[in-house]
């Protein structure tokens, strides 16, 4: 009697538990779409460009080794890389409908030794995070969160590759992170991409991290009870990880020197530089705001920074 029950319980934990996570299951670029692995089927015969990965349950250890790329990481058999722009959008799609609404999402790249990433271990590269989404408006305890925002976004992320990035191999890392319960829940997924078409800016060492190494379990963005009675009035959140790539070169030293070199004025379609988006105009669908963002706020005509996801968008009428 008793060991059937333990049975039944068992049985109806496990079940709802593995639906009720997940991960990135497929990716898009630049008009092109790319499945990504699928955890339960046999690993024979799968050629993506995601990371292999092997379960939809969460790492709920800030140290845990496989935090850079989720159980186990390493490259697949039939390993493919994507040829992805700098400048350009690449969109992660998590399982419909993502399930938890509360913490951030953030975005890394790590640049890898050689002519591809295929043989590189992610726990030895050193990522710099390109995008991040924390606390949107709101309370800790009820208000809007990057993971909401991408729910609300068909259970997906869309991050631009910083046009200032050098061009070359990396490793791309979605993570959104769930704080509706104790300890933190980390779903990171990576993908092999070749940046084409980059810039020059390499990230400083304060934007340089590892992982795990970049996230202690006691974070105070991670190490947080989003039901405490602080949080009920509680209207900042602080993302963990390194600073954003590119924020030490926009508020620390004065800002460059214009390029008064011949340059003519960058066509519409050059990327901006960055300096140029310290002073003011974000090209369309660059970012333009959200929690811990310092770059420039304001949007080149005709577009407007959207409440909904920081980015220059066609305005909403
Ligand atoms: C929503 O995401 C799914 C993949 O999860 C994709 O097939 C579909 O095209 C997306 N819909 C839109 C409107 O982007
Ligand atoms: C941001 O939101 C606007 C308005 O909903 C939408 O048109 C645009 O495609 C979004 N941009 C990205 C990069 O998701
Ligand atoms: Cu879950």
């Not at 061009?167 to 070749?194: K, V």
């Not at 060492?205 to 009920?232: C, K, R």
């Amino acid at each position: 009697m008793f060991a059937f029950a333990a049975l039944l319980a068992l049985a109806s934990s496990a079940l709802p538990a593995a639906l009720a996570h997940g991960g990135v299951l497929s990716y898009s670029n630049g008009g092109n779409w790319y499945e990504g692995w699928s955890p339960y089927n046999t690993p024979t015969g799968q050629t993506t460009i995601q990371r292999p990965w092997s379960s939809y349950n969460p790492i709920q250890d800030a140290t845990d080794p496989t935090l850079a790329c989720n159980d186990d990481g390493t490259a697949g058999a039939l390993q493919l890389t994507a040829t992805v722009a700098a400048g350009s959008a690449i969109t992660a799609y998590w399982n419909q409908v993502w399930p938890h609404a509360i913490g951030p999402m953030l975005t890394y790249l790590a640049q890898c030794p050689g002519s591809s990433c295929t043989g590189s271990d992610a726990s030895t590269l050193e990522w710099f995070k390109i995008d991040e989404a924390g606390l949107l408006s709101g309370t800790v305890y009820d208000g809007q969160w990057g993971d909401g925002q991408m729910i609300a976004d068909n259970s997906s992320w869309t991050t631009t590759i910083p046009s200032t990035v050098p061009s070359g191999n990396y490793l791309i890392r979605f993570e959104t992170i769930a704080l509706h319960s104790m300890p933190a829940q980390f779903y990171p997924e990576c993908a092999q991409i070749e940046i084409t078409g980059g810039g020059s800016l390499a990230p400083t060492a304060a934007e340089l991290v590892t992982f795990p190494g970049a996230y202690t379990n006691d974070d105070p963005g991670l190490n947080i009870d989003v039901y405490s009675n602080a949080a009920q009035t509680q209207t900042t959140y602080v993302i963990p990880g390194p600073p954003l790539y590119g924020s030490a070169a926009a508020s620390s030293a004065p800002a460059p020197p214009p390029s008064t070199s011949a340059a003519p004025p960058a066509t519409s379609a050059a990327p901006p530089s960055t300096s140029s988006a310290a002073v003011g105009t974000v090209a369309q669908y660059g970012q333009c705001g959200g929690s811990g963002f310092s770059g420039a706020t304001s949007c080149v005509a005709p577009f407007t920074c959207t409440v909904v996801n920081r980015t220059c968008s066609v305005p909403l009428v």
